[in-house]
Every structure is written in structure tokens, then in C-alpha cells.
């Protein structure tokens, strides 16, 4: 149908979330018909993203600055910690405005099924920022399935010796729900009714 | 939230069709974790795209080659032209691989509601293929819907004095339809049963 570079084109599009071969068709159409005003403004935009892509040192976010944009704000409370299971659950906390402390990312959950271990988690660093002093709370904002929860009690029984407050997310999080498809509403709702980890 | 290269992309990607700003966020995420396997052949699709891009000076097909891989197609037959409004269209028939001919590409429909006149398509090109010779048929393949059909009436006014065959996709094309949204089948009856313009 069309050149190798604008098949290729597609095919990179169709692998992103959200996007099929038929919606990748019509980007592609609309990034060539409008050259100047989609196509360049994304291309350099990639190209800004990827030559500046880190992740934070500190707190395991996907940013251009490291220590990235979160870690880097003065405005924030250090004194309180929020633990999430992936980057896009940052994003969602952050973008929500509700909670001013700092974030760490997990990058996923423990699972058996996925053979995902302790190890394989960012535990360790949390542990050190904890160990290092300064922080009072803890927010454990893990999704409410059964791995996030399992993640939760597992780290709470792991901070038990620290002298900081373990809270989690109010439970009223629909069952099975993924903190990133939230509304905003339900967001700010279990946020304010965390409680203390059991 | 994020940095304002991470934003910039965030916001080029949503401006694309069928991406609001929750899929680009999502698609933004997934690439910057992806960094190797998904950002780095996107950005390279679309550097290639953006140095080749041009539109065919034939048929007004948008290719990174000039003339387009169909125009350069020596497989194809010159004696049948199958005129369409838009590129997103020329490719909707391409990929069905019903139709072995050429193709030319209006750039619109005739208007009177968005004011699009003859001059602003391109009708003179298209007569100047035709009075060139070498075309026995031209298959108006417009959109099934009343700007369509006006401007596939003009044309075949315009077309007249030349020996050549007019024809227009049988009707059955669902009304309202647009061709880049039928399915293939669709597409194929409405090719096979291709009528004279009366
Ligand atoms: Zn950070
Ligand atoms: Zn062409």
C-alpha cells in the first residue's frame, strides 16, 4: 500500500495502548497531512523525551530530570511517603493534586503467579529512604486487587520496626479496581480515609 | 506532574485522532518504559517519514516516494482510474486489493456549507490525466453522502466530452457511509457492481 517507512510508522503506533492497526492508520494520515502542524511537533517532542529519559534515582518515576519533577519540588511534604505499584499510579495520585508528600514506585507487585519475589521490587531503596529518618507516614496506595494487597501487607510487616506511621488507602476503591482508571472523586475519598494497617 | 518535555509529548499525542489525553497519557507511559523496544522505533519511523514526505505530483497520494508506490507500480492498469476524495480513502481501496488500477485523489468534496469550490480540488489535474490518454474508465468512488454524490455528478458533467467509460460505485454503500469505515465485503460489492453514471 504504502512506503516501508510509513508502514513502519504504523506498525509503531499500532503497538501503543489505545491504538489498533485502523486507529494507527488514521494517525498516520493525519500526522502526513498535517506536516508541519502534528508531525514535527511530535517528532520533536520524542525526540526531547528520549534523549533526556531517566529514571529517578530516588524514587523510581520515569522523568527527563533526575531526581525527577516530584522529588525535585521544594513545596513538598517530606515527612510523608506514598508507596505505588507502577509509575502510571504516581502519575495518577500526582495529576489528582491531593496528596502533598513524596512517592516511591515499587515498579509492580509481588505475585506468585507471575513469579514477581521481593527482590524484584524496589523494597530495598524504600527501605533505605525510610531507614535514612525524616518520614512520619507511610501511605501504602496499593491497587486494590488481591496482589496489591498482599504487596501492602507484606511491607507493612517489613516496616513494623521503623517508627513511622503504616497507612493505606481507605478501602471503597471498587474491588479489583486499578487506581489509574479512577475518577478523581474516589481518589480523594479513599485518600482522606486512610487508615492505619491493621 | 511531569516534566515539560514529558507534557509536550503527552499533548502531541493526544491531539492525534482516536487519543484523548488519558490514552496519550497511557501511551506516554508506555513508551517511556519501553524506551528501546517501543519509543526508539517510533521516533525512527518518524524521523524517516518526516525527511521522505511528499505528495504524489501524479495523483495526490501522500507517500515518502514521488510518483507514490502506486503510480510506480508497473503491476497496475493504466486504462482504469479510480477517483476518490481523500487519501485515507485511496488507501481504504488499496488495501482491499479489489481495484488493479490507478487512482487520483480530489483532496475534498465539492461544498456549498465549507464553501470548497472546483478550483479547490484537483479537477484539472485529474482532466489533465484523462486528455492525456490511455484511460478507458474512470470509477468515481465518492463518499455515499450528498456532498459525495454532488461532486461525483460534477465530474461526470466535466467528463463527458471524452471517450471514456464513467462509473460510480454501486449504491448499497450504507447511507451516510464513508469509505474508509466500510468493511471489506462492503467495499468489494460495491466495486463488483460498479454502474454507468447515468
Ligand atoms: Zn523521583
Ligand atoms: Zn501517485
Redesign the interface.
Known amino acids: 500500500?504504502?512506503?516501508s517507512?510509513?508502514d513502519?510508522?504504523t506498525?509503531?503506533?499500532a503497538?501503543?495502548?489505545?491504538?489498533g492497526p485502523r486507529?494507527a492508520?488514521?494517525?498516520v494520515?493525519?500526522?502526513?497531512?498535517r506536516?508541519e502542524t502534528?508531525?514535527?511537533?511530535?517528532?520533536?517532542?520524542?525526540?526531547?523525551?528520549?534523549e533526556?529519559?531517566s529514571i529517578c534515582s530516588t524514587c523510581g518515576n520515569?522523568?527527563?530530570?533526575d531526581p525527577?519533577?516530584?522529588c525535585a519540588d521544594p513545596r513538598r511534604d517530606d515527612r510523608l511517603l506514598c508507596v505505588v505499584e507502577e509509575?502510571?499510579d504516581l502519575?495518577a495520585l500526582?495529576?489528582s493534586r491531593l496528596f502533598p508528600g513524596r512517592f516511591h514506585v515499587l515498579g509492580g507487585r509481588l505475585s506468585a503467579l507471575e513469579g514477581v519475589r521481593p527482590e524484584d521490587l524496589s523494597i530495598d531503596m524504600l527501605i533505605g529512604r525510610i531507614a535514612r529518618g525524616g518520614v512520619d507516614e507511610v501511605v501504602l496506595a496499593m491497587n486494590a486487587t488481591l496482589e496489591g494487597q498482599t504487596t501492602a501487607h507484606y511491607l507493612a510487616e517489613r516496616l513494623e520496626t521503623f517508627p513511622v506511621r503504616i497507612t493505606q488507602l481507605a478501602h471503597g476503591l471498587p474491588v479489583g479496581g486499578e487506581l489509574?482508571y479512577l475518577d478523581e472523586g474516589t481518589l480523594a475519598q479513599a485518600l482522606r480515609a486512610r487508615r492505619p494497617v491493621s
Do not use: Y
Open positions: 500500500m504504502a512506503s517507512e510509513i513502519a510508522l506498525q509503531a503506533l503497538r501503543l495502548p489505545g491504538l486507529s492508520r488514521r494517525a494520515l493525519h500526522l502526513l497531512k506536516r502534528s508531525l514535527a511537533p511530535l517528532l520533536r517532542a520524542l525526540e526531547r523525551v528520549n533526556a529519559l520515569v522523568d527527563t530530570i525527577c519533577t516530584v509509575v502510571s502519575w500526582d495529576r489509574d
